[in-house]
């Protein structure tokens, strides 16, 4: 049977009108929808000499793919990235924050706009307050250590830099940093080679043009988690110096890590509202993992770790009473694997006085 000769145009009006309703609450549901359970984080009080950095953890709790046209911060001072501009129905992404304190004082509030396709909430806002302290410059940290330079007669012996850091390294990676070594002046000499007590550390000397030797350093895996120090000892024929010892730093980071790497709360007096949290629990590597069970400081806080469509698992911590009891103490995740058996997560709690 023909619809168009079968209905009458009031009617036929009114199937469209009610086709197009229907189409158009389907869409209006199908819609991706932004969201931070921390959108502000307080850095507290801190000196302002170092940098501030902090992740957030944006999420998608729509139903359609959320897609991060832009994040911009609107001052020189701060920077911000989002891990990726793609976030699927479930997912959530990581927004670094990077606030240079240098000649700031006072309080502080920073605002990063995260712009989206969520039609409703198409601009979002994140924030960083705080308060800064100023520090006189002879409390400052030192400036980073200079060359080593050394002098015998007619010449000098010069290492630059003055120490090799590697910085944050991730499992599996395998940095390289280097030091020259060049002599002024007319002493003659040579650098023989070099060598640490470090296993991890593979070291290579090169000669170079100038009186000058390069000394190639690559930090090898595996590396136990956390901070590691040693030197370098290089040997000269150097009258005055036969040997030069440089320092070498890194911070070993675990494969399983969480966004944001701890749970910040703002504790005011009399407070009786509880909050919560959300934390993605993720793998450098992408190796899959399992959560056990998630170890809590509070009885009365609540756990859901959930697989994430990224990978990994996306867990929501209810019933947090922010207390300064809580600060310093920790969330602990038990994964199943061996070789990283515990992740812990801090607790940061930031205490508010009447009228702040």
């Known amino acids: 049977m023909n619809f168009m000769s079968s209905k009458s145009p009031l009617a036929l009006l009114s199937a469209m009108a009610l086709l197009a309703s229907g189409v158009f609450a389907q869409s209006a549901t199908n819609q991706p929808r932004i969201a931070c359970s921390a959108p502000t984080y307080d850095f507290g009080k801190v000196g302002n000499t170092s940098q501030v950095t902090h992740v957030f953890l944006v999420a ?9 046209s832009s994040v911009d911060s609107g001052c020189g001072c701060t920077a911000a990235k989002a891990g990726t501009n793609a976030i699927a129905p479930g997912g959530d992404t990581a927004v670094t924050v990077k606030f240079d304190t240098a000649n700031r004082s006072g309080p502080q509030h920073k605002a990063i706009y995260v712009q989206s396709n ?30 080593v330079t050394v002098t015998a007669g007619p010449g000098t012996v010069r290492t630059s830099p003055g120490k090799v850091d590697f910085g944050r390294v991730k499992p599996g ?19 023989l080679g070099a060598a640490s007590a470090c296993t991890n550390l593979a070291l290579r000397v090169e000669p170079m043009e100038g009186r000058r030797w390069k000394v190639m350093a690559k930090l090898l895996p595996p590396r136990p988690v956390g901070r590691g120090e040693s030197e370098i000892a290089i040997r000269t024929t150097h009258p005055a110096m036969g040997e030069i010892k440089v320092p070498v730093a890194w911070e070993a980071l675990s494969d399983i890590y969480t966004i944001p790497s701890e749970v910040s709360l703002v504790a005011s007096p009399g407070q009786t ?10 793998s450098h590597s992408g190796k899959p993992f399992k959560v056990e069970r998630i170890e809590l400081p509070e009885a009365g806080m609540v756990a ?25 103490r920790s969330i602990v995740v038990i994964t199943d694997r061996a070789e990283e058996r515990t992740v812990t997560i801090p607790i940061r709690v930031v205490a508010k006085e009447k009228g702040e």
């Open 60 to 68: 998608n709790e729509g139903t359609a793919p959320l897609v991060i």
């Open 118 to 147: 969520d039609h409703v909430n198409p601009i979002f806002r994140l924030e960083l307050t705080g308060d800064l302290i100023d520090v006189p410059p002879f409390n400052r940290p030192s400036a980073p250590v200079a060359p």
């Open 173 to 191: 990676d395998q940095p390289e940093g280097q030091v020259i070594v060049s002599g002024e002046g007319t002493n003659e000499f040579k650098v």
């Open 273 to 282: 509202n509880a909050v919560c949290r959300y934390v993605a629990i993720r």
């Open 304 to 328: 859901d770790p959930e697989p994430a469509p990224n990978g990994g698992y996306r867990c929501e911590i209810q019933n947090i009473l922010p207390s300064a009891d809580l600060n310093g």
